[in-house]
T-cell receptor, first 111, second 114 residues
Framework: LAKTTQPISMDSYEGQEVNITCSHN???????ITWYQQFPSQGPRFIIQ???TKVTNEVASLFIPADRKSSTLSLPRVSLSDTAVYYC????????????FGQGTTLQVKP | DAGVIQSPRHEVTEMGQEVTLRCKPI?????LFWYRQTMMRGLELLIY????????DSGMPEDRFSAKMPNASFSTLKIQPSEPRDSAVYFC???FGPGTYEQYFGPGTRLTVT
């Protein structure tokens, strides 16, 4: 399983764009990159997933360079309610595939 | 759909007692996961099932822990005997498949062993 490295914490202000970068140097050919969000006292929630280039949904964008050794989660115009822990995971599908949650990045959005 | 349902939401028990946590996955999902979260160790995958069959239980800490999935709509995680170090939030999640499929997490069970 590819190991991921991401900053432990980040601070931002309301209305700003936040970019959280995750390193996964040992990503395998059939691995996907997935991001989850966790609010206090709740289970994690899926945000976005991608394999290469750029993926965008109503919540975030995910940028993946050609070598796929890193990825960046972009949150546009954050609000106080975006304060949460963000996890970057790398894993493959298949019957024995599983996702391993690392320590995550604690994002604190300030007014 | 009501989402993943876990019970109880909170459990306080004494050391040595048996604890059973319950999970009802989302209907139609084929994979079920049990996680444990603590401040020290973060979110750990304990075991996961695919089509009711345990696929990987390498995360189960020791023989005191056991998990079953007798059918597609129910799973249990049992700790016997419980110890104070088992205190944690236990999450159940389900998905259409293992690996990259989106996992839907339940609200968790906060277990306190005194």
């Amino acid at each position: 399983l590819a190991k991921t490295t991401q900053p432990i914490s980040m601070d931002s202000y309301e209305g700003q764009e936040v970019n959280i970068t995750c390193s996964h140097n040992n990503i395998a050919t059939n691995d996907y990159i997935t991001w989850y969000q966790q609010f206090p006292s709740q289970g994690p929630r899926f945000i976005i997933q991608g394999y290469k280039t750029k993926v965008t949904n109503e919540v975030a964008s995910l940028f993946i360079p050609a070598d796929r050794k890193s990825s960046t989660l972009s949150l546009p115009r954050v609000s106080l309610s975006d304060t949460a822990v963000y996890y970057c995971l790398v894993g493959s599908s298949g019957n024995t595939g599983k996702l391993i949650f690392g320590q995550g990045t604690t994002l604190q959005v300030k007014p | 759909d009501a989402g993943v349902i876990q019970s109880p939401r909170h459990e306080v028990t004494e050391m040595g007692q048996e604890v059973t946590l319950r999970c009802k996955p989302i209907s139609g999902h084929n994979s079920l996961f049990w996680y444990r979260q603590t401040m020290m160790r973060g979110l750990e995958l304990l075991i996961y099932f695919n089509n009711n069959v345990p696929i990987d239980d390498s995360g189960m800490p020791e023989d005191r822990f056991s998990a079953k999935m007798p059918n597609a709509s129910f799973s249990t995680l049992k700790i016997q005997p419980s110890e104070p170090r088992d205190s944690a939030v236990y999450f159940c999640a389900s998905s259409f498949g293992p690996g990259t499929y989106e996992q839907y997490f339940g609200p968790g069970t906060r277990l306190t062993v005194t």
